[in-house]
């Protein structure tokens, strides 16, 4: 079956912190992986990973993907009170075009 | 404004009694989708749309129906809604160019009593 994990569920840190956000998948032929940042509204794309090793930066994010592992992981450096939202991690699988979601991180960045 | 609009944005229903859940897109994509979020659970996905006229089956979607008359529009319709489908609901569209990334429309919070 199919399916993407995400630890850890829940992170609390302070500003200027460095958080690493995991996500581990089990997809069957698998295409990309995608990282969403949600606030208190819809999801706003961040990266999307379709090979191995090859890190996405923007700012102070920073994603990279182990394809031999089956993971991804999300950096984020410098954390500022505005990072606080729920990352979500999702996978396409090869041969079809459904998406499949992690139940998401959810980051509290405090002052 | 490129948007993926969504009504209405809160419902509070009676278990059976039908309804619709609009949603629209203006950057002429052709991959429309559902989703809900469920506390815990991430984002499932419903249905998915890769043209008009073309739908099929995501993770979850026993209760619910879909159509796809018109590019823009992709309906999502509860015939007969219980109270296990109180959530919160997502449309997202992408282009037909691989649908990488999504945007999502502001979401539908649904109460079933």
């Known amino acids: 079956e199919d399916k993407v994990v995400q630890s850890p569920l829940s992170l609390v840190v302070h500003e200027g912190d460095t958080v690493t956000l995991n996500c581990s998948y089990e997809?069957?032929?698998?295409?990309?992986l995608l990282w969403y940042k949600q606030e208190k509204k819809a999801p706003t794309f961040l990266f999307m990973l379709t090979s191995s090793g090859i890190e996405k930066k923007s700012g102070r994010l920073s994603s990279i993907l182990d394809k031999k592992e089956l993971f991804s992981i999300l950096n984020i450096t410098a954390t500022q009170t505005g990072d606080s939202a729920i990352y979500l991690c999702a996978v396409r699988p090869d041969n079809f075009n459904k998406f499949y979601f992690g139940s998401g991180t959810k980051l509290n960045v405090k002052p | 404004e490129a948007q993926v609009t969504q009504n209405p944005r809160y419902l509070i229903t009676v278990t059976g009694k039908k309804l619709t859940v609009t949603c629209s897109q203006n950057m002429n994509h052709e991959y429309m989708s559902w989703y809900r979020q469920d506390p815990g659970l991430g984002l499932r996905q419903i249905y998915y749309?890769?043209?008009?006229?073309?739908?099929d089956k995501g993770d979850v979607p026993e209760g619910y129906k879909v159509s796809r008359k018109e590019k823009r529009n992709f309906p999502l319709i509860l015939e007969s809604p219980s109270p296990n489908q109180t959530s919160l609901y997502f449309c997202?569209?992408?282009?037909?160019?691989?649908?990488?990334?999504?945007?999502f429309g502001p979401g539908t919070r649904l109460t079933v009593t």
């Open positions: 997202a569209s992408s282009s037909g160019q691989g649908p990488y990334e999504q945007y």
């Open positions: 749309s890769m043209n008009v006229e073309v739908t």
């Open positions: 997809v069957t032929n698998f295409r990309s």
